[in-house]
């Protein structure tokens, strides 16, 4: 079963988009399966794979509006393990269309439930709001990655956004959970950015991740040639800082799969149980750590 992960945050500009991409361009360099939703009608995630938004055929908008399945329109991306379903301009009217639509926070979960090819992780990178868009893969996601740029403002954000998780967990997936609270843009030469970064981890203890993604020139230029960092620049800090949050990530699901499987009111029977989250298909082992990153091949820039 695929594990959803929704990259959320209705402040602009803390970097989830380049998150979403770089993550998940990260796990599938890791040998994971990755799918990459992009729900945000800037197409920002789109172009950051290579894909021209504006002339893209099929996209989630027909899916949420039930003209096509999803599998009908996954793209390939340069990477093996990383496939995309684009975003389109046409997205800013499926806002207003769903308004009176009948079951319109679950038009994401119905398409993704009806999905046939299984990824190890789907990624949904949401736009800078709260509305529908973001509610149905709220609704659809198992849980939420939250960006924080390491700002003050940041922090008010981040207040409103939990209370719109905690209200849809009660009132349309009580399954969600918080995957966790990324810092971005961090810069250990400001005092401001500590700060932020104390005030977080008092209040979210263990779910900070402790990868911390800095501001970087490289990390900035990958967007404009339509690449994940790593593929841009294999040798840059931004490569290694994503890997590493790709690394944490996987482990934190294989911690988060031995609880369950050894909480008692959750007991699968054997011919049910599947592998540990976050470990490649050929792996069982829980106890063994995450494979290092292979070599990133050399690609021309565009």
Known sequence: MSKIIAVANQKGGVGKTTTAINLAASLAHLGQETLLIDMDPQGNTTSGLGVEKRTVGKHIYQVLMDEVPLEDILMPTEMDWL??????????????????TEQREFRLQKALSRFQKVYRY?????????????????????????????????????????????????????????????????????????????????????????????????LAEAPSYGKPVL?????????????????????????????????????????KKEADPGLPREQKDPSSEVPPAEPVPDSSQR
């Open 231 to 271: 593929l841009y620049d294999k040798t840059s800090r931004a490569t290694t800082v994503y890997l590493d949050l790709a690394r944490e990530f996987l482990s934190r699901q294989v911690v988060a799969g031995v609880a369950e499987h050894k909480a008692p009111a959750i007991t699968p029977s054997p011919e």
């Open 122 to 218: 789907i990624i949904i990178d949401c736009p800078p709001s709260l509305g529908l868009l973001t509610l149905n893969a709220l609704v659809a996601a198992h849980a939420v990655l939250v960006p924080v740029q390491c700002e003050y403002y940041s922090l008010e954000g981040l207040g409103q956004l939990l209370a719109t998780i905690d209200l849809i967990r009660r009132g349309f997936n009580p399954g969600l959970s918080l995957e966790g609270v990324l810092l971005t843009m961090y810069d250990s030469r400001v005092n401001l950015s500590r700060q932020v970064i104390d005030e977080i981890k008092k209040h979210f203890g263990d779910k900070v991740y402790s990868t911390r993604i800095p501001r970087t020139v490289r």
């Open 83 to 100: 496939d995309l379903a684009p975003a389109h301009i046409d997205l800013i009217g499926a806002e207003i269309e769903l308004v009176n």
